[in-house]
């Protein structure tokens, strides 16, 4: 089977979650013996013009960012023009089409980019798959409520005339779409993401956890230091334990930065790591106890809640989209309002108990297999022959 992805940024270019979903996806297609190319945007960074490459067995096709030396305002001008309808990418798929000969085409994160994609080659009677990673199409553009609200008009038509299948990695995302009108005649389903991880470390590192002693307990914040993360909750409510003898790791950069430097200051327990790299997160991550996912606003997924348990830490997570699905269904962790910061205060004690942590330490190696890679690869490969038996159908 010939596979496009496509994503607004693809390795090296690693901007978010959605990039490192679109890798595991990409290799392990490849990896299972099928064709793979990625349509991808520049980001200016790695690359500064059109360059076709090929990275762990896949071709990757980046696209031309035509103004990505210019700044300011004619650069954010530019990127909303081209994210609303990027036409400027329609020689490439042209060259795609002729070069690669894609069977199908699945759609993921689409700024820059565009939903242009959609129409293009869905017009061309290729199977169109499109995955919602964000809620971007749902919150696009600024630039006012009427505008906004054309835009979305747009995008809903377009979704519903040329996407064949539709998922989301969280069943919250796949209803807040269907909710709104959008894929209202593609099949929908909920496809969880993945994590790379190692089924005999992880149950190693849990053989070593559970043997843990000691009466400081670590609790871990991985992410991004802004208010919709819930760090400044998290901050109040470890302050309000301040009689445990307990620790807490921050990583990560954003604009509450200087909030987590100044809890630093006023209390020794908290420490600040900044953004790490992934060896260096891998090492944060086993030396912890207790990760905690405080997030305010509807998580897509929620991948660091996987990422935690992958690493021997059961999950203090609130009840916004993907993270309280994950816990849910892994049963390895505790749940709580996300604006409630008594309750948050209340688990952070429960869990400062090793006797706790031990109890939920036994379920992650037997629950977290379902966010394998192999078991998506699994799905989406179901999904994909599916999509082509329904395109051979519409075109008899």
């Known amino acids: 089977m010939n596979i496009l992805l496509v994503n607004t940024f693809y390795y090296p270019d690693m901007v978010g979650g ?44 980046r696209d031309v960012d035509p103004i990505v030396k210019h700044g300011g305002i004619v650069r954010r001008i530019g990127n909303r023009l081209r994210s609303f309808n990027n036409r400027h990418c329609r020689p ?10 894609p069977d ?18 869905g017009r061309r009677h290729i199977p169109v798959v499109f995955t919602a990673r964000d809620y971007w199409i749902l919150n696009f553009p600024k630039f006012g409520k009427l505008i906004g609200c054309l835009c979305r008009s747009y995008y809903r038509k377009l979704s519903n005339r040329y996407v064949d299948f539709f998922t989301a990695p969280s069943q919250y995302t796949l209803d807040t779409f269907l909710r709104s009108g959008y894929f209202q005649n593609a099949y929908s389903e909920r496809v969880v993401n993945c994590v790379n991880f190692d089924g005999e470390e992880t149950r190693r ?12 307990v670590r609790f871990l914040f991985v992410g991004t230091l802004g208010k919709y993360k819930g760090i400044l909750n998290l901050l109040e409510a470890f302050r309000r334990a301040d009689d445990l003898e ?35 997160l891998k090492q944060v991550y086993i030396a912890c106890d207790v990760l905690v996912v405080p997030s305010v606003w509807q998580e897509p997924f929620g991948r660091i809640v996987i990422e935690g348990n992958q690493y021997g830490l059961p999950v203090i997570g609130s009840d916004r989209g993907g993270v309280k699905e994950i816990l849910e269904n892994t049963q390895t962790g505790e749940i709580f309002p996300a604006e409630d910061v008594a309750v948050l205060t209340g688990l952070i004690r429960k869990f400062s108990d090793r006797n706790t942590i031990r109890a939920y330490l036994p379920r992650i190696p037997e629950k977290i297999g379902m966010y394998s890679a192999e078991a998506q690869i699994t799905s989406y490969v179901s999904l994909y022959e599916r999509a082509l038996g329904k395109g051979k159908e519409k075109n008899q």
Do not use: M, Q
Request: proline share 1%.
């Open 18 to 61: 959605a990039e490192h979903s679109v890798k595991i996806l990409a290799e392990g297609l490849a990896g299972a013996g099928h064709r793979v190319a990625v349509l991808c945007e520049n980001t200016g960074v790695t690359h500064e013009k059109f360059v076709i490459e090929e990275i762990g067995g896949v071709r990757i096709y």
């Open 92 to 101: 490439l798929c042209e060259r795609i089409c002729e070069e690669f000969r």
């Open 104 to 121: 199908i085409v699945h759609v993921n994160n689409v700024a820059l980019i565009s939903t242009y994609v959609w129409k293009y080659f």
């Open 205 to 216: 590192i849990v053989g070593e956890k559970l043997v843990r002693s000691g009466r400081n």
């Open 246 to 280: 307990i620790t807490l790791t921050v990583c990560g950069s954003g604009e509450e930065e200087s909030a987590v430097c100044d809890a630093c200051r006023e209390d020794t327990r908290i420490e600040y790591l900044g953004k790490l790299p992934s060896e260096e």
